[in-house]
C-alpha cells in the first residue's frame, strides 16, 4: 500500500556531505508525513527529520538541526534529506518513514508505520 525505497547512502570523512533520498508511492491516498531516522548498533531508533508534506513544515532532532536540510519534491513523490557537516556520530542506518495521519507530523518513530529498507551513512 505504501512503498518507501531510500538511496543516496554512503562513505564519507567528517565535515563531508551527503543527500538521502526517499522516493514514495502510495497506492490510493497521500502520505501526510514523512521522515527520516537513523539507527546505530546498541542505540535506539532516533528521529532525525521529517516534513508534512502538505504544507513544507520541517521538524528537526537537535543534534541535526543546522547541519541537515529535509526537502520534498512533489512531482517525483521524493523527499531528501541534505546532511552536512557530517560527524562521526551520524554514522547509523538511515531510514525513511510514513506517517499517515491527516494532520500530523514530527519526530515520534510510534507514529510512522511504514518504513523502508534503511540506507547506510558511515561517517569517520
Known amino acids: 500500500h505504501v512503498q518507501l525505497v531510500e538511496s543516496g547512502g554512503g562513505s564519507v570523512q567528517a565535515g563531508g556531505s551527503l543527500r538521502l533520498a526517499c522516493v514514495a508511492s502510495?497506492?490510493?491516498?497521500?502520505?501526510?508525513?514523512i521522515g527520516w531516522f537513523r539507527q546505530a548498533p546498541g542505540k535506539e531508533r532516533e528521529g532525525v527529520a521529517a516534513?508534512?508534506?502538505?504544507?513544507?513544515?520541517?521538524y528537526y532532532a537537535d543534534s541535526v538541526q543546522g547541519r541537515f536540510t529535509i526537502s520534498q519534491d512533489n512531482a517525483k513523490n521524493t523527499v531528501y534529506l541534505q546532511m552536512n557537516s557530517l560527524k562521526p556520530e551520524d554514522t547509523a542506518m538511515y531510514y525513511c518513514?510514513?506517517?499517515?495521519?491527516?494532520?500530523?507530523?514530527?519526530?515520534?518513530?510510534?507514529?510512522?508505520?511504514?518504513w523502508g529498507q534503511g540506507t547506510q551513512v558511515t561517517v569517520s
Open positions: 518513514a510514513a506517517d499517515r495521519r491527516v494532520s500530523s507530523c514530527g519526530l515520534t518513530n510510534g507514529d510512522f508505520g511504514y
Open positions: 502510495v497506492d490510493a491516498y497521500r502520505v501526510n508525513c
Open positions: 516534513i508534512y508534506t502538505g504544507g513544507g513544515v520541517t
